[in-house]
Structures are given as C-alpha cells and as structure tokens.
C-alpha cells in the first residue's frame, strides 16, 4: 500500500482494519483468548480549525447550545488518532486492542492535541 504524505491519512477504505469487536475500552473480550501482548500503541494528532472555522464556532457561541462545528473536529481528531493507533497495533503484529482511552489538551491557541492509546494484543476467538 502506497504511504500518504505526512500528516495526511489515506482514505477510510484503504486503512488496514481491526475488526470493531476487537477494540475495547476493556482488557477482556467476551470470547477472545489473548495469547500475546504486543505493547502499548498510540495514534496522535494535532487539530486547529481554519480562520473562517473558528469564526462560525464563535458565531454559534452566541446563539447557545452545541458548537456543531467544533463537536466535528473533536469526532474528526478522535477518528484519526484512533486510525492512526489502528495502524501501529498492526505494525505490530496485533489483531486486537484493549484497554483503549482518549486524551486530549491544547498545545496552543486554536490548536488541539487529540491522542488515543491502548494495548495491542495477539488472540483468537474461542471454539464452542
């Protein structure tokens, strides 16, 4: 698979996957033998919104109630650092990830700091 320029992910489509039942904010999944611990992995990115972007979230400031376009980006960083993690637990020979969080902190003005962490895992489903 062809590499994307830095900082930019490829298309959803084209993201080597780990099936959904197999990331958990939990450390056991119902029915899954963990065999191996591969080690923590990460997917990091750094978020600002564009000029015009800032003053709409500032205009809907004004009117109260949910700043849809600042709720976007949040969903938007949260998904890439999720691919991104996504990613390195392949990397490293994992099928799986437990224990998975989200982090987030503002690194400057406008600018935000979204990482998701988690522990890659080798495992298999279990028979019967």
């Not at 320029?5 to 959803?12: E, K, N, R, V």
């Not at 437990?98 to 522990?119: F, K, L, P, Q």
């Amino acid at each position: 698979m062809q590499q994307p320029p830095p900082g930019q992910m490829p298309p959803q489509q084209q993201m080597p996957q780990i099936d959904p039942r197999l990331t958990s904010t939990t450390f056991e999944i119902p029915g899954f033998r963990i065999r191996y611990n591969m080690g923590m992995v990460r997917g990091v990115t750094v978020r600002s919104r564009s000029i015009a972007g800032q003053f709409g979230a500032a205009f809907q400031t004004l009117k109260g109630g949910n700043i849809t376009l600042l709720t976007e980006l949040a969903e938007q960083a949260r998904a890439e650092a999720f691919a991104i993690m996504v990613a390195h637990a392949l990397q490293m020979g994992g099928n799986a990830i437990v224990g998975i969080r989200y982090d987030s902190s503002e690194v400057m003005e406008n600018a935000t700091e979204v990482i998701a962490y988690g522990t890659a895992v080798y495992g298999e489903w279990q028979q019967g």
